[in-house]
């Protein structure tokens, strides 16, 4: 045997013997709900993650509540978990449970959203640059637009929580040079297709049946589709008379950006659990402390990326 293979078989036997020490673990997952395909999709991703490790997953779905998602992390400590995932809500609020788990020495992996506590109250956390996603989205449409002027309306997430705040900072901060683009109108549409549809529904009624709005930003897929279903009932092209740009890359906007009706989506990979369970098993092995912020990728995708080869590759995965 060269030394080389000596090297890969050591390297090999390290990560299967990691692996194995896992094995068996309890990781309790506190999950805001289903609001989206997006987090569809991560519910599954983490689900399937657990059971190839061989984790017990006890799963709760805090039906955007944070006070479920308290009462969760509680039980959970009361139960004597291994280590809990946390995708929160909002982003204040949550120093004293953390401070529990921090006392019950159990680790705690925030996933795909931030909070405004200490970080020394959890592990790490694990997640996309949220207002990077936004400056993205922000730069796509000035470049789209070029000298035009352009009224644009803007469907936000759930208010309070990190993707609704920082994805309006970055798409402000990428338009701010432009005194041809402005943000008409802005709601919450907490994240949801039906309530997507329902404020979009508003903005077209008070912008002139919609003549007067020439692009929409949404901080997620989602509320595009319910928002490009509004259009549409409105008599108007969405991706056409109106630009549509928002934030995910789930398979029902690809659909949308193939039939010409949304023009672009900045990627939030759903694979958030495979990041969070390789740092919590090398931290179980030897204490590894992982960085504090696990960044994922933000790839921007166009009507020119092959949306119906991107609709067909996505379709089957959870979302
Ligand atoms: O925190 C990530 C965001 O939450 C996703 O963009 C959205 O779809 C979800 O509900």
Same mark, same amino acid.
């Given at each position: 045997?060269?030394?080389k293979?000596l090297?890969?078989?050591?390297? =090999?036997l390290?990560i299967?013997?990691? /692996? ?8 309790g997952?506190?999950?805001?709900g289903s609001?989206s395909g997006w987090? =569809?999709a991560e519910?599954?991703?983490?689900r399937?993650q657990?059971?190839?490790?061989g984790?017990q997953?006890?799963?709760?779905d805090?039906q955007? *509540?944070?006070?479920n998602q308290?009462a969760a992390?509680?039980?959970f400590?009361?139960q004597?978990? !291994?280590?809990?995932?946390?995708a929160?809500v909002?982003a204040t ?14 680790p705690?992996v925030?996933? !795909?959203r931030?909070? !405004?506590?200490?970080d020394d109250?959890y592990l ?6 949220l207002?990077h996603?936004?400056?993205v989205a922000?730069?796509?449409?000035a +470049?789209?637009v070029? +000298? *035009?002027e352009?009224?644009i ?6 208010t309070?929580s ?7 900072t970055?798409?402000?901060? /990428?338009?701010s040079?432009h005194? %041809?683009?402005s ?5 919450t549409?907490?994240?949801?297709? /039906?309530q997507g ?7 077209l @009624?008070a912008?002139?049946?919609?003549q007067?709005i020439? $692009?929409?930003?949404?901080h997620?897929?989602d509320?595009?589709v ?10 108007l092209a969405p991706?056409k008379?109106?630009l549509?740009?928002s934030? +995910? $890359?789930?398979?029902?906007i690809?659909?949308?950006m193939?039939?010409g009706?949304?023009n =672009?989506?900045?990627?939030l990979?759903? %694979?958030?659990?495979g990041?969070?369970?390789d740092?919590l098993? $090398?931290?179980?092995?030897d ?8 960044q994922t990728e933000? *790839?921007?995708?166009? @009507?020119? !990326?092959d949306? /119906?080869?991107?609709y067909? $590759?996505? *379709?089957?995965?959870?979302y």
């Amino acid at each position: 045997m060269t030394i080389k293979t000596l090297m890969t078989t050591a390297a =090999a036997l390290a990560i299967s013997a990691t /692996a194995a020490m896992a094995e068996g673990e309890t990781i309790g997952f506190s999950q805001i709900g289903s609001e989206s395909g997006w987090r =569809a999709a991560e519910t599954t991703l983490t689900r399937n993650q657990a059971e190839e490790r061989g984790y017990q997953l006890q799963f709760s779905d805090a039906q955007q *509540k944070q006070e479920n998602q308290i009462a969760a992390i509680r039980s959970f400590i009361a139960q004597g978990v !291994d280590a809990i995932l946390l995708a929160p809500v909002v982003a204040t609020g949550w120093d004293s449970v953390l401070e529990e788990a921090k006392e019950a020495e159990i680790p705690v992996v925030l996933l !795909d959203r931030q909070v !405004d506590s200490s970080d020394d109250l959890y592990l790490t956390a694990v997640g996309s640059n949220l207002v990077h996603e936004g400056e993205v989205a922000g730069q796509w449409l000035a +470049d789209a637009v070029g +000298d *035009k002027e352009c009224r644009i309306v803007e469907l936000q997430g759930t208010t309070g929580s990190s993707p609704a705040i920082d994805r309006k900072t970055g798409f402000e901060n /990428a338009i701010s040079g432009h005194d %041809n683009l402005s943000i008409v109108r802005s709601q919450t549409g907490d994240f949801t297709r /039906a309530q997507g549809k329902e404020v979009m529904e508003s903005f077209l @009624q008070a912008e002139n049946g919609g003549q007067d709005i020439c $692009a929409l930003y949404a901080h997620n897929d989602d509320m595009a589709v319910g928002a490009i279903q509004a259009i549409k009932e409105a008599g108007l092209a969405p991706g056409k008379d109106i630009l549509v740009v928002s934030i +995910d $890359a789930v398979p029902d906007i690809f659909k949308a950006m193939a039939d010409g009706e949304a023009n =672009a989506t900045v990627e939030l990979t759903p %694979n958030m659990a495979g990041p969070a369970f390789d740092a919590l098993e $090398a931290y179980w092995v030897d204490g590894t402390m992982p960085e504090k912020f696990i960044q994922t990728e933000s *790839k921007l995708y166009t @009507q020119s !990326d092959d949306p /119906a080869g991107e609709y067909e $590759a996505r *379709k089957g995965l959870g979302y």
